[in-house]
């Protein structure tokens, strides 16, 4: 202990070295535990989203990993649309194998967000808090309930929205007027987080806005604005951060006309001519459809069933996030590796501080010799004053990155979707401790090396 105490003091001696020399230890520990909780709850968060989701369709021109991301973590934008036939025939059953069924078949449509944090919203059916399951059980709520609009209520609304848009396209006198708005369908279901940072409650007004606050094209929909009907219990997964609310609202939004419908361009048209086409409800346009099959390996099936479909793929969330995680992975391992080069150019700072201070100490040491002291004492001092160095620094590394994980984690959840836990505290961060100071203390060994040389008599005696 006596040791110990004599290269606090020796650090206390030099406290400007000490903290200059500390503050890359701090840097490059902070830099290297914050890496890796970035990466660690980046794959929880990841893995975690996915259980809900077992296949999900969408556009056929976009890629499997644009899909899901957009789907299933409401990462960039929708990737293009797709008809509402699709969804019919999974219902159906139509154009896929035995094992290729599907429980249900789920569309969405989404191009909205709310207030300037831009939380996504989906319009949907009803099916998604009571058929649709997260970790083996439906959404549950902490408050109010869900809207009510099902398949049913979209089928009758899209005969309606059809024959008013086909009697709109051939000039009809008479035509069917364009369905209004219920009061019943201005109603949504918000996440847990949205709820928090809108402080939004049972009651609350939501008014959805095209385009991102500050950017060209901004513009809100008052139309549309629905009352919060319920509020989801907190499942620390993108379902947090929506609006939900029902697919006709999203239909009957002022300036979604042009993205209504989805028509492919017969040969030899023009395109402008595609818009006096007769449309039909199946030409209604979606984002994606939430499936889930009946047969365990059904996401596989139906990814080979839809590969000849011209109109929508299948992604198999399961096959594509492990698959992104590994390239997140790879980042993150080569983040770690400038860390770790940090920390060594952090331990080679101790050598040559320390070093340096050798010719200054050959007196002190010269006299600690004269009284008794041991080389292999010697040697522990000098070796203890670059482990507390790592140590102490280390230890303040990791408050570093917990303190940046409380104060960002806002910004962080903003930005990617992952919310940082500031207060877990993981196993590898002792065994980062125990390493740096570790790495200290070898840092440590060749100028103790050189101060347990020192020869007393040449020492001791004054320099005039």
């Known amino acids: 202990m006596k040791l110990v105490s004599i290269s606090l003091r020796n650090l206390r001696i030099r406290l400007v070295a000490t903290i200059l020399t500390m503050a890359s230890i701090v ?10 909780v970035m990466a660690e709850q980046t794959d929880a968060r990841y893995r975690g989203s996915i ?22 973590f409401n990462v960039g934008e929708a990737p293009g649309l797709f008809p509402l036939q699709v969804c019919m025939d999974l219902r159906a059953g139509s154009g896929v194998s035995r094992r290729g069924q599907v429980r249900f078949a789920i569309p969405q449509a989404r191009g909205d967000s709310v207030s300037r944090f ?8 009803d099916e998604m808090f ?7 059980a439906p959404l549950a709520f902490a408050q109010g309930k869900s809207f009510t ?5 979209l089928m009758q609304f899209a005969d309606e929205l059809v024959a ?3 009697g709109r396209r051939a000039q009809e006198a008479g035509r069917p007027k364009r369905p209004a708005l219920r009061p019943e369908w201005r109603q949504c279901v918000v996440g847990s987080r949205v709820a928090r940072t809108l402080q939004l409650e049972l009651g609350s007004v939501v008014t959805p806005v095209h385009g991102k606050m500050g950017e060209f094209g901004y513009h809100e929909h008052p139309e549309a604005s629905c009352t919060v009907v319920g509020v989801l219990a907190p ?3 993108p379902l947090d ?25 017969p040969p030899g048209k023009n395109p402008d001519d595609v818009k006096k086409l007769p449309v039909k409800p199946g030409n209604i346009g979606l984002t994606a459809v939430v499936v889930d099959p009946k047969d365990h390996l059904g996401a596989r099936v139906l990814r080979r069933d839809f590969g000849t479909r011209p109109d929508a793929q299948v992604a198999w969330p399961q096959d594509v996030v492990p698959k992104f995680l590994r390239q997140i992975g790879d980042a993150a391992a080569a983040l770690s590796v400038i860390a770790w080069l940090v920390l060594l150019v952090a331990a080679v700072s101790i050598t040559v501080a320390i070093y340096n201070t050798m010719n200054e100490r050959r007196r002190e040491i010269a006299i600690m010799r004269s009284l008794g002291a041991r080389r292999g004492q010697i040697l522990a001092i000098i070796v203890g004053e670059a482990a507390l160095l790592s140590f102490f620094g280390a230890l303040l590394g990791l408050v570093v990155c917990h303190l940046a994980a409380f104060l960002l984690r806002a910004q962080v959840e903003d930005m990617t979707g992952v919310w940082l836990d500031w207060l877990q505290f993981r196993p590898w961060e002792a065994w980062l401790l125990a390493g740096v100071t570790g790495l200290g203390a070898i840092a440590g060994l060749l100028p103790a090396v050189k101060g347990s040389m020192t020869q007393v008599a040449d020492n001791l005696a004054q320099d005039y």
């Open 27 to 36: 840097v490059a520990t902070a830099l290297y535990a914050a890496i890796l």
């Open 130 to 136: 009571t058929k649709y399951e997260w970790q083996k």
């Open 235 to 237: 499942t620390n997964s």
């Open 241 to 265: 951060t929506t609006i939900f609310l029902p697919l006709s609202t999203h239909l009957l939004i002022d300036g979604h006309e042009e993205g209504v419908f989805v028509l492919e361009i």
């Open 51 to 72: 259980g809900g989701y077992q296949a999900v369709v969408g556009p056929k021109d976009c890629s499997q990993l644009e899909l899901v991301l957009n789907t299933i």
């Open 149 to 153: 609009f099902g398949w049913d209520d």
């Open 164 to 166: 008013w848009e086909n």
């Open 118 to 125: 831009n939380f996504p919203v989906i319009a949907t059916l």
